[in-house]
């Protein structure tokens, strides 16, 4: 049990989740779904739905089991050592891809302010380090000091993109919209690759599940907090999302590395657009802390349970499993490190595709865990629902790792694979 038990009340909870899953998702994304045109619109609706589905199936499974790990608890009580061991490896590529990921877009604002770091990859590489690093000592320290300074980066980023939205209805333009399907390729195909890239932009949405032992009644508090973020999300979503596709025409999107930035830079001049850059690397800090400390309640479950090594179960002086962070940093910076040659758009595309992939895995196996125990369990009443959103949130699952791409698939299939040698040794 954590030293700072119940840390994590209703609202520390919905910071979790609204800001786990607002930071370089949506600052980034306007840019990587600027090739799909009008399509990307329909993927934020898509994609919306089946977050709004895997909040519900989640809700279900976390008021059965309030257990510390969140997906990895459910597949492992579902399945056994070997697959929760094989999805809990899954889980944890996926965060500290993340926050690789989370780690480039904010440099890629910070460079608004200073150019040259967009230009430069050692630059690039060297500040997107001391970010990771800088917000991995302040999660060592402790959770409630990470829980506190979630709460604020929360609502400091959602007011830059309220404002772009309002800024966009009000001041943008129709002409500005791109045609449907640019890419003169398969519908269908657009849409699954865009669905994939978008739901980058809701990953996180599990991780509340995950300290179930540092939150206030986490059988009731959990549900509600998953709930409530994923629609607080979705509709900051949509209104930042269209204002600014109404704001920055689609040509000027595709090499933006600060699309809200220039969408205001557009409109009220350089002023309005530093204030809008300045809320993105908040927002983009605060998921990075988000997944810091979720990373490393994932690996200490899993130690947990002996299918990790059990010096990664271990609490520093502040509460907080300080070598499981400290493991999972090194290797979210070896990610970067290995991604600084290729422009810092094709990076955070790279690492956004894995992360997803790698994410929802853990939510696919999941979803069938729901139906094993839901249909089991729940009260008859809502069996039919429960078996409903279960069956749902899996076919959504399936649809995002398809949309990944053959080579995403390869590269994490590989990933996935490299844990079997692992399992044996933990196991002997």
């Not at 926050?99 to 604002?109: D, K, L, Q, R």
């Not at 800024?167 to 699954?192: D, K, R």
């Not at 369990?377 to 069996?383: F, L, Q």
Request: net charge positive; aromatic share 10%.
């Amino acid at each position: 049990m954590s030293n700072n038990k119940r840390a994590l009340g209703f609202w520390r909870g919905w910071s979790l989740v609204v800001g786990g899953i607002i930071g370089s998702g949506i600052f980034l994304l306007p840019t990587l779904l600027a090739p799909y045109g009008l399509i990307g619109l329909v993927a934020w609706l898509i994609t919306g739905a089946g977050a709004i589905v895997l909040a519900l199936m989640l809700a279900d499974l976390s008021r059965r089991m309030p257990r510390i790990g969140g997906p990895y608890a459910y597949c492992r009580e579902a399945f056994g050592d070997f697959i929760g061991f094989w999805i809990g490896w899954g889980f944890w590529i996926s965060i500290w891809s993340a926050i690789a990921a989370v780690a480039v877009a904010c440099v890629g604002y910070v460079g608004f302010f200073i150019p040259a770091l967009t230009r430069n990859p050692l630059l690039t590489t060297l500040t997107t380090l001391a970010i990771i690093w800088a917000l991995t000592l302040l999660n060592i320290h402790s959770m409630r000091a990470s829980g506190q300074f979630q709460v604020v980066a929360t609502v400091l980023k959602i007011v830059p993109l309220l404002f772009v939205g309002l800024l966009g209805l009000s001041m943008g333009s129709v002409s500005n919209l791109p045609e449907l399907n640019p890419t003169g390729g398969s519908m269908l195909g657009a849409i699954a690759t865009s669905v994939t890239l978008v739901m980058w932009a809701f990953a996180g949405l599990e991780g509340v599940t995950v300290p179930a032992d540092d939150i206030e009644d986490p059988g009731e508090t959990i549900p509600k907090v998953l709930v409530w973020g994923a629609l607080t999300v979705l509709g900051i979503y949509l209104l930042a999302y269209t204002g600014v596709i109404l704001l920055v025409p689609a040509s000027v999107l595709l090499n933006s590395t600060a699309p809200f930035a220039d969408a205001t830079v557009a409109v009220i001049g350089s002023t309005g657009a530093a204030l809008i850059a300045v809320g993105a690397i908040i927002a983009t800090l605060g998921t990075l802390n988000v997944q810091l400390l979720v990373v490393g309640q994932v690996v200490r479950a899993v130690a947990l349970d002996k299918l990790f090594p059990q010096k990664l179960a271990e609490l520093g002086k502040g509460g907080t499993p300080t070598l499981a962070i400290l493991i999972s940093a090194s290797l979210a910076s070896v990610l970067v490190i290995m991604n600084n040659t290729g422009g810092l758009v094709a990076a955070f595309r790279l690492m956004i595709l894995l992360a997803t992939l790698s994410a929802l895995i853990p939510l696919a196996f999941a979803s069938i865990a729901a139906l094993l125990f839901l249909s089991r369990d729940a009260p008859s009443a809502t069996r039919f629902k429960a078996r409903l959103t279960a069956s749902l949130a899996f076919a959504y699952s399936l649809l995002v790792i398809v949309g990944a791409g053959a080579e995403t698939v390869f590269y994490g299939f590989i990933l996935l694979m490299a844990a079997l040698p692992v399992y044996v040794f933990v196991k002997k």
